[in-house]
C-alpha cells in the first residue's frame, strides 16, 4: 500500500499549527496547503491562463443532489459518466481523491451502495479511497461502514489508503465522540468536511485531535472564502486561518448556482495583503483597486482587466487566483509555523486580526491569543 505520513513536522509556539512534509508514496508535498478541486481546474481557460493549476493533491469534486446520487447508483450509463469524469480529470502524476458534495438530504446509507461507490473509486483507479460521513448517520451506522470499507479493501486486494470524510457538526459533544470513532481506526489521514461553514467547537476537537495524533494529516473539504463568526460573515479569508486548528491543508467549496443571477459585484477576491476574500467595491475603496498581486490571473495589473469580459470568465478568473495566490501565501505561512511565528503572523494581517478578536482572550491552556 502507498503509505501516508508526516514527517519532519515543525509545531507553532502560541496555536496548533503545524508545518510538515506530506509523504505519499515517492511525493513529498509541503504543508500546511491548498489544493485543487475540479471547478477550479475547468475555469483554468475561461480564466485565460495556460499553464496547470499547482497542487499535488486533486480533489474530484462534484455536486451530489439525491437524483445524481440515485442515477449513479442505479444506471448503468450515469456510473460509467462517472467512472469517465474520475478517470480523465486531471494529470495522471496527481494523488486523486473523490469527493461528493451531497445536497437535499443525499447520502450512501446502504452497504451495498457504499459497495458501489468503493468499486467506483478503484476501477476507476483513485489513488485515495474516501468513505464520507452523514449528518444523518447514527455512530454506530458509520462504524459500520468504515467497517465494510476496511473488509472491502481487504477482500479486494486494494493496496490504496483510505481516507474517513466526516463532517462538521455544530455539537461539541457529538464531534468529540465521531472523531474519537474515527481514531479507534487508526488513520493515516482524514477529510474534515467544514459544509460551507465555520464550526468552531468542531474545529477544536480537530485541534485537541491533532494533540493526540500530530501524524495524521488532516484536510478539510468545503471551504467557503469567508469566515462566519460572531456578529456575522467577517471578511477573513477562512482558509488561511484554518493551520491554528491543526488543519494541514484545505479546499474550496463547490456549490450550486446562486438563486439569483451572478453579478461582477458579488464575487469574492481574496485579498494578499490582508488575507481577507473581497469584493469589487471594497477592492475599489480599500486597495485602490488593485490586488498586489502577481499571479497568473492578476500578472501585477490593477483590476480594469479582472472584471473584463463575461461574468462566469470573472468568476474563474477569482477562483484561479484565489488558488494560486493562498498558495504563494502558505508559502509564507509554512516558514513562520516552523520559527513558532505564525500567531505573529496572523496578527500582521488585517482580517486574521479582526477575527483573532472576536475569540476569547484565551483558549482551554491558556495561551494567548496576542502576542
Known amino acids: 500500500m502507498s503509505t501516508v505520513q508526516l514527517a519532519q513536522i515543525k509545531t507553532d509556539e502560541k496555536t496548533s499549527a503545524t508545518q510538515s512534509e506530506l509523504r505519499i508514496g515517492q511525493h513529498r508535498i509541503p504543508l500546511p496547503n491548498r489544493f485543487p478541486i475540479s471547478p477550479e481546474r475547468n475555469a483554468l481557460k475561461p480564466a485565460g491562463v495556460k499553464d496547470p493549476l499547482p497542487g499535488e493533491i486533486a480533489v474530484l469534486a462534484r455536486l451530489a443532489p439525491p437524483e445524481t446520487v440515485k442515477k449513479i447508483l442505479t444506471q448503468e450509463d450515469a456510473l460509467k ?17 473523490l469527493y461528493l458534495a451531497f445536497k437535499g438530504g443525499a447520502a450512501v446509507t446502504k452497504v451495498e451502495d ?25 455512530l454506530e451506522d ?14 479486494r486486494g486494494v493496496d490504496k489508503p483510505m481516507m474517513p470524510v466526516i463532517q462538521a457538526t455544530e455539537n461539541k459533544e457529538t464531534s468529540a465522540k465521531l472523531l474519537a470513532l474515527v481514531e479507534k ?39 467557503p472564502p469567508k469566515v462566519r463568526f460572531g456578529r456575522g460573515l467577517l471578511t477573513c479569508s477562512e482558509g488561511m486561518i484554518l493551520p491554528m486548528f491543526g ?27 490582508g488575507w481577507g476574500s473581497m469584493k469589487k467595491k471594497d477592492y475599489e475603496a480599500i486597495r ?54 505564525f500567531l505573529s503572523l ?17 483558549d482551554s491552556e491558556n495561551r494567548p491569543l496576542k502576542d
Open 81 to 97: 459518466s462517472m467512472a469517465r469524469f474520475l478517470s480523465k480529470e486531471t494529470a495522471p502524476d496527481a494523488i486523486r481523491m
Open 346 to 362: 496572523l496578527n500582521t494581517k488585517e482580517y486574521p486580526r479582526e477575527f483573532l478578536k472576536q475569540l476569547p482572550a484565551k
Open 185 to 223: 481506526h487508526e488513520p493515516s489521514m482524514i477529510g474534515f468536511d467544514l459544509r460551507g461553514g465555520f464550526y468552531y467547537h468542531a474545529l477544536r476537537g480537530v485541534e485537541e485531535f491533532k494533540k493526540r495524533k500530530p501524524e495524521v494529516w488532516v484536510h478539510a473539504l468545503q471551504t
Open 247 to 273: 488543519i494541514d491543508s484545505f479546499s474550496r467549496w463547490i456549490v450550486p448556482p446562486p438563486p439569483t443571477p451572478l453579478t461582477k459585484e458579488v464575487i469574492n477576491v481574496f485579498d494578499r495583503k
Open 142 to 155: 458509520y462504524e459500520a461502514q468504515l467497517r465494510f470499507a476496511e473488509r472491502w479493501m481487504e477482500e
Open 114 to 138: 457504499l459497495k458501489t461507490l468503493l468499486d467506483l473509486q478503484y476501477l476507476a483507479g483513485l489513488d485515495i479511497i474516501t468513505v464520507q460521513h452523514s449528518l444523518d448517520f447514527s
Open 288 to 341: 485602490n483597486n488593485t490586488t498586489s498581486c502577481d499571479c497568473a490571473v492578476c500578472q501585477g495589473k490593477d483590476l480594469e482587466p479582472f472584471y473584463e469580459g463575461k461574468v462566469l470568465d470573472v468568476l474563474a478568473k477569482a477562483k484561479v487566483h484565489d488558488h494560486l495566490s493562498q498558495r504563494k501565501e502558505l508559502e509564507g505561512a509554512r516558514e513562520s509555523i516552523r520559527k513558532g511565528r
